[in-house]
């Protein structure tokens, strides 16, 4: 009796020091790829991420002579940024840390074949920074097999987490806006895989999404950037990232055009991301504190004579919307409306199932939450205003 005592206290005492190596997100994630490439003014563009409402970045500016990291760290948490710093070589006991450290960028877009060593090299980072992120980030569905060192992009997924044990699940996917081509559908069907495992495995999951023209690829409109960034929230993603912050240089993108310039001017996405990233962080905390319980997808000309008994809503009017449907902390319910269409503004009549005077809204301009108003009181029912690509978030009472 005594000795399985010792070997359960000993059990406990190991799960929970290995806890203490693991990485625990503390914040929403808004982040990017490639950060300034430049090493004039650093501060001031440091400045400039923290003025656009982004919480963290991946990598630190470069340059001919970049300023020293432990700098940039120190102008991190100045601006209230947390950084990835980029793993260059084996981890070492000289890796740059501080409060600003979220963790380290390990690798991107890993081959099957790679996940042993990955997990060597993560394991290695827990045991030289304890609760600190090694970051690292997949392909998305559309990658090839070849690419994957898989027949499928679940297994591919499954093995990731099974074999490298992440702290965070992480994929690029980039769907193509245009006339003759719709990669909304492809992009939710990439979501649903990161939320299904990372639920799974009990852990969040972050994505990239395109914010610039290249190869195929359209410049994003304002409202189809929103409409990345909500559609990956109704799949309760808690870490978004422009594809790119500063245009990278080379033949691939000779348009140029993401939030900066090669040459570091602002592009017009550089205010839609100020604009966007602003109401992300007053969601934020909200957000952080639900658990998906289910995504609804509802299609135009067929509205659902009966919704799902899991969510908060009894019905709504014709339409192209996504719900997605979580679990508070608290015990509360919460539901994102989002208008799943990115060239028009929607506006639903609603029926939620408990009164509506029960209903409140997290408003995006503050963070609090406040009793949901009819945006047309002059019609019959609960009218919700949602523009091109929008989601709203809504919190009810547990059920």
Known sequence: MLLTACCVALLSASSTA???HRFVQDRFGIGFWV????????????????????????????????MPAQEQLRLCEKYDLKALVTL???????LPDGPAVWGYGVTDEPNASQFPELRKTVDRLREL?????????????????TQLGTPTYDEHVRRFIDQVQPDVLSMDHYPRFGPEVDGRDNYCRNLEVMRRDS?????????????????????????????????SLAYGAKGVMYFCYWTPRGDEFPKGGAILTADGRRTRHYDEAKRINAGLRNLGPTLMRLTSEAVIRIKPRNPPSDLPAISPLRSISDGDYLLGVYRHQDGRRALLLNN?????????????????DKVHEVNRRTGKEEPVVDDSPDMPGLQLSLDAGEGRLFVLPAP
Request: net charge negative; charged share 10%; hydrophobic share 40%.
């Open 18 to 20: 290995a806890a203490t």
């Open 88 to 94: 260059s070589g084996p981890p070492s006991h000289d």
């Open 35 to 66: 950060a300034p490439q430049t090493n004039v003014d650093v501060e001031g563009r440091y400045a400039e991420i923290a003025e656009a409402n982004f919480t963290f970045v991946i990598g630190l500016c470069g340059g001919p002579s970049p």
């Open 199 to 231: 639920l799974a495995a009990d852990i969040p999951f972050w994505n990239f999404f395109n914010t610039m023209p290249y190869g195929p690829h359209t410049d994003p409109t304002e409202a189809q950037l929103r409409w990345q960034i909500y559609t």
């Open 129 to 145: 920074r304890p609760g600190k992120l090694a970051y690292i980030n997949l392909f998305p569905n559309y990658a090839t097999a």
């Open 340 to 356: 799943y269409h990115f060239a028009y503004s929607a506006w639903p009549t609603v029926e939620f199932n408990l009164p509506t």
